[in-house]
């Protein structure tokens, strides 16, 4: 374990997990060996860290602080982590890539590439045709992220009209940028129904406030609400 993590923050690497400071991490996720990553959000942070359990250590994989304060965090099939921070402007969803050594630990072949959002923060449901969408063409002030079993990912949106989005993956099964399609499931764009939406068909239900989304075994999406 020597050695590992971001050498930007060697205060915080190598250390047992019960001793670090942590400055609110508002998301987690387990990667495939069952390892947790979290998204630091809070003032002067901005990381991806990880805690590594065979090893009882913590340490950070990315400091990411002069771009984003992520608050969201999922795992793909490929150890990768994306993330997205609720409050960030510029509003993108990142993709932080295992290096060689095919797992998260802060070395520096790993790669961070934006795979949706314009930056600007603000969605507008008219920007996804009914045949989808570049994720690369549309706002993502993104509330909550998760994966379904067939590599989708599931983006929850905040800023101008709430909605669900679904982002497919390209010809190789990753959300990575490379051909991936965006979809809308539901926005409260096109709602007409009660504010909390129960009772209305998926693509018309309203949306209120929606944050966390999660999807369970069986395909189906549950998404939380705030506010």
Do not use: C
């Not at 402007?89 to 070395?107: C, F, I, K, M, T």
């Not at 600007?120 to 993502?140: H, K, M, Q, R, Y």
């Not at 709602?191 to 068909?201: F, K, L, Q, V, W």
């Amino acid at each position: 374990g020597s050695g590992r993590g971001d050498p930007r923050d060697d205060d915080k690497n190598n250390v047992d997990p019960l001793t670090a400071p942590i400055n609110e991490a508002l998301d987690i996720a387990l990667d495939a060996a069952g390892n947790l990553l979290f998204a630091e959000y809070g003032f002067n942070a901005g990381r991806i860290r990880k805690v590594d359990f065979a090893q009882n250590l913590i340490f950070t994989v990315a400091d990411v602080s002069a771009f984003s304060h992520p608050s969201v965090l999922a795992i793909d099939a490929s150890g990768a982590a994306l993330f997205a921070g609720f409050a960030d402007s510029p509003s993108h969803v990142w993709r932080l890539s295992p290096g060689a050594d095919g797992v998260l630990n802060g070395s520096p072949d790993e790669v961070l590439q934006i795979v949706a959002g314009t930056g600007v923060n603000f969605f507008d449901p008219a920007s996804i045709p009914a045949g989808g969408a570049n994720p690369l063409s549309i706002g993502t002030p993104t509330g909550g992220l998760a994966f379904g079993a067939d590599g989708s990912l599931y983006v929850t949106v905040q800023l101008g009209m709430p909605s669900l989005l679904r982002i497919t993956p390209g010809p190789d099964g990753l959300v990575d940028g490379n051909g991936d399609t965006a979809f809308l499931v539901t926005s409260s764009g096109f709602a007409t129904g009660p504010i909390m939406g129960d009772g209305d068909p998926v693509t018309s239900a309203r949306l209120f406030s929606p944050w966390s989304v999660t999807v369970g075994p069986n395909g189906e999406v549950y998404r939380g609400k705030g506010g």
